[in-house]
């Protein structure tokens, strides 16, 4: 593989959790329709996503959580007793006409991921990185657990040793059920403390990183956790692959959490990873402002590819995002001009806390 590649698909354009969900803004489809608005997505780099068959599923999930998932999608509804035992049809996890398909096809990207990378290179997969999914329910908005899939994929596709980095805003507490104890898989996890599912309290083991860091995380504080706990835990664990879950939810203007970071930060994260491993796959994961998922996903491809980022978009890329609504929220009533206009935020530095001193010192 000489050039990244970009797994997506049609499905999420018109896909939507709900009126009233987080997930019912578009966020792949944005960030598929200004990488083209800028040049950065010709067809030769775009592989289309699969749709994965139930029985694949099960070398993790149960094959009774699988059927159950598939059964509510054709029948629109779920038992009292399905949404008990598998957290299906609840607020969380609506049921909506693409429950099985969207999150199958989440799901058929990281697998294929995993096949594209067997002999080294990069693969961007936004729509992935779905990571609270259990083997036997569903959780915060994920039906299945594709960052599990995939690190599975890798290893079945020979990577050895995977290092997964997961830089959402909240804790990847289903990738820790699956590899929390596997010495071949080191877990990095930087998350907001006391944020849903409230699980990943500081420490580390030879399997997990674990770092929640208090609200209002800005740019240069989550530099000094990139330079002194995730790269040298990458370095030093001298991975097959790396997995980088880069959701975008992290960043000052998600409605769904509290930190402050610039879409910037990431992009240097992803920078930083990149020559650390033969093998690189970036997933999506949380954000639910559409404006910062489109900016901040689309970046990340730009970054991948060694783009330049333009001072102010063409109007082609403009008028993507200029097309975006946010019904609903505050933050969509009145948007600034810069979140139609430009793809990079201003940078957020700041004062680096004597708590995240203490955090990171501790690992």
Same mark, same amino acid.
């Given at each position: 593989?000489?050039?990244?590649?970009?797994?997506?698909?049609?499905?999420?354009?018109?896909?939507? @959790?709900?009126?009233?969900?987080?997930?019912?803004?578009?966020?792949?489809?944005?960030?598929?329709?200004?990488?083209?608005?800028?040049?950065?997505?010709?067809?030769?780099? $775009?592989?289309?996503?699969?749709?994965?068959?139930?029985?694949? %599923?099960?070398?993790?999930?149960?094959?009774? $959580?699988?059927?159950?998932?598939?059964?509510?999608?054709?029948?629109?509804?779920?038992?009292?007793?399905?949404?008990?035992?598998?957290?299906?049809?609840?607020?969380?996890?609506?049921?909506?006409?693409?429950? $099985?398909?969207?999150?199958? #096809?989440?799901?058929?990207?990281?697998?294929?991921?995993?096949? %594209?990378?067997?002999?080294?290179?990069?693969? @961007?997969?936004?729509?992935?990185?779905?990571?609270?999914?259990?083997?036997?329910?569903?959780?915060?908005?994920? @039906?299945?657990?594709?960052?599990?899939?995939?690190?599975?994929?890798?290893?079945?596709?020979?990577?050895?040793?995977?290092?997964?980095?997961?830089?959402?805003?909240?804790?990847?507490?289903?990738?820790?059920?699956?590899?929390?104890?596997?010495?071949?898989?080191?877990?990095?996890?930087?998350?907001?403390?006391?944020?849903?599912?409230?699980?990943?309290?500081?420490?580390?083991?030879?399997?997990?990183?674990?770092?929640?860091?208090?609200?209002?995380?800005?740019?240069?504080?989550?530099?000094?956790?990139?330079?002194?706990?995730?790269?040298?835990?990458?370095?030093?664990?001298?991975?097959?692959?790396?997995?980088?879950?880069?959701?975008?939810?992290?960043?000052?203007?998600?409605?769904?959490?509290?930190?402050?970071?610039?879409?910037?930060?990431?992009?240097?994260?992803?920078?930083?990873?990149?020559?650390?491993?033969?093998?690189?796959?970036?997933?999506?994961?949380?954000? $639910?402002?559409?404006?910062?998922?489109?900016?901040?996903?689309?970046?990340?491809?730009?970054?991948?590819?060694?783009?330049?980022?333009?001072?102010?978009?063409?109007?082609?890329?403009? #008028?993507?995002?200029?097309?975006?609504?946010?019904?609903?929220?505050?933050?969509?009533?009145?948007?600034?001009?810069?979140?139609?206009? #430009?793809?990079?935020?201003?940078?957020?530095?700041?004062?680096?806390?004597?708590?995240?001193?203490?955090?990171?010192?501790?690992?």
């Amino acid at each position: 593989m000489t050039r990244p590649l970009f797994i997506g698909s049609e499905i999420y354009r018109n896909s939507s @959790y709900g009126d009233h969900h987080p997930l019912r803004v578009p966020r792949v489809s944005t960030a598929m329709d200004l990488s083209r608005a800028m040049g950065w997505l010709p067809g030769d780099v $775009y592989v289309p996503s699969p749709r994965v068959k139930p029985a694949a %599923l099960t070398v993790w999930h149960t094959p009774e $959580y699988v059927a159950a998932l598939h059964a509510a999608e054709a029948a629109q509804s779920v038992s009292d007793a399905v949404r008990r035992r598998h957290a299906l049809g609840t607020p969380n996890n609506p049921v909506f006409p693409e429950m $099985y398909r969207r999150p199958a #096809t989440a799901a058929g990207g990281s697998l294929l991921a995993g096949e %594209l990378l067997r002999d080294g290179g990069i693969v @961007y997969h936004p729509a992935g990185g779905t990571h609270h999914g259990m083997p036997d329910k569903a959780g915060g908005f994920c @039906y299945l657990n594709d960052p599990v899939l995939a690190i599975l994929s890798l290893r079945r596709n020979g990577a050895g040793r995977v290092v997964y980095v997961d830089i959402d805003a909240h804790h990847p507490d289903g990738v820790e059920v699956a590899f929390g104890d596997d010495p071949d898989v080191l877990m990095i996890s930087v998350h907001e403390d006391g944020l849903w599912p409230r699980t990943g309290p500081l420490g580390a083991t030879e399997s997990l990183v674990n770092l929640p860091v208090p609200r209002g995380l800005n740019d240069d504080e989550m530099a000094l956790i990139r330079d002194q706990v995730i790269l040298p835990g990458v370095t030093a664990f001298r991975p097959d692959a790396i997995v980088l879950q880069c959701g975008a939810d992290a960043v000052e203007e998600d409605p769904q959490a509290h930190l402050s970071l610039s879409n910037q930060s990431h992009w240097a994260i992803v920078r930083s990873l990149m020559g650390l491993a033969p093998r690189l796959l970036v997933l999506g994961g949380g954000g $639910y402002n559409p404006w910062s998922v489109g900016r901040l996903w689309t970046g990340v491809w730009g970054a991948l590819n060694g783009f330049e980022v333009p001072d102010r978009l063409n109007i082609e890329a403009e #008028t993507v995002l200029r097309a975006l609504r946010f019904d609903g929220n505050r933050r969509g009533r009145n948007p600034p001009d810069h979140w139609f206009t #430009t793809l990079g935020d201003q940078p957020r530095f700041g004062p680096i806390r004597d708590e995240i001193r203490a955090s990171v010192a501790q690992l």
